[in-house]
């Protein structure tokens, strides 16, 4: 099925980037309105005469790669709250890394997962690097078979709680807490088959074991083993990055040149971006999908 299907969830009320500029971002998640840190932003002028946000995240170490801090409130708010993507509801809260347990710029894929229902229906499919599971429940409920591999234990139990408020605590998905490499050479070993592979890379991680994970060392013989693991009539291959230097055209490359299947087929890469309420747009990763 053609990417040109009408998608199912044209536009996203539940969350808005309401503005950004001078190194931050003001988004609305829900009905909680908040402001944090973005590279991205830096030289864009505020367009907004005011900011007046539930809760701002400040970094108090710029130099590490982490980039932890704090996040300082305004009034009284739950902890957590909850939002929906299209069938699928998530919970978010405030992390110390300052994210909230979702990426919106990933609606890009959702989106896409979505309009392709009938391509995906059937199929097995692994989640790398599946954080709190956006994309393994949307896929789940597409009528997929998920396996969903986080070396975080706590981000694997936020998805599972994800999963139960979507309805989908009996869904066929497979909950694995493991280095992503570690894992994918096992499943070699087992001869284990997928119709499709989702790797969403971090710059840096640390599996349970204190496995290290390097993007720019890591990433390229990942996908190599990756081939090893696709069935005879694959359908999908999806890697995105939020890593300068790793841009669309790179991320192409690295698929085309690592895993076999993309050699041939549809492959399509572009950047990762969000659109303000004044229709700017604002860059957040790239991401290339290979699809049969």
Not at 36 to 61: H, I, K, Q
Not at 124 to 151: E, M, P, Q, R, W
Not at 208 to 228: F, H, K, V, Y
């Amino acid at each position: 099925m053609a990417d040109t299907q009408k998608p199912m969830m044209d536009q996203w009320s539940d969350y808005e980037l309401l503005d950004f500029g001078v190194g931050r971002k003001l988004e609305r998640f829900g009905d909680r309105v908040l402001i944090r840190p973005c590279l991205a932003a830096v030289g864009a002028l505020a367009r907004l005469p005011s900011w007046n946000a539930a809760a701002e995240f400040v970094l108090t170490d710029h130099r590490s790669v982490t980039q932890r801090g704090r996040w300082v409130t305004r009034g009284a708010h739950d902890p957590s709250w909850t939002l929906g993507i299209g069938p699928i509801k998530v919970q978010l809260k405030l992390t110390v890394f300052g994210h909230v347990g979702l990426f919106p710029e990933h609606f890009q894929h959702w989106q896409w997962a979505l309009a392709n229902s009938k391509l995906l229906q059937g199929c097995k499919i692994l989640n790398l690097f599946a954080y709190t599971g956006a994309l393994s429940l949307l896929l789940a409920n597409a009528g997929c078979t998920v396996v969903h591999v986080d070396a975080s234990g706590a981000a694997v139990r936020w998805a599972r709680r994800n999963a139960e408020l979507s309805g989908l605590s009996a869904a066929p998905i497979r909950w694995i807490i493991e280095d992503a490499m570690r894992f994918v050479r096992r499943e070699i070993k087992r001869g284990a088959k997928y119709d499709g592979v989702l790797v969403d890379a971090p710059t840096f991680g640390r599996g349970p074991q204190n496995e290290s994970w390097q993007l720019q060392r890591d990433l390229q013989p990942l996908l190599e083993l990756i081939t090893n693991l696709l069935s005879e009539f694959p359908r999908l291959v999806l890697i995105s990055s939020h890593t300068p230097g790793f841009d669309s055209r790179c991320l192409r490359q690295l698929l085309r040149g690592n895993v076999a299947v993309c050699k041939n087929g549809r492959l399509e890469a572009a950047e990762l971006f969000q659109s303000d309420a004044a229709n700017r747009s604002l860059p957040n990763g790239s991401y290339a999908r290979w699809h049969g």
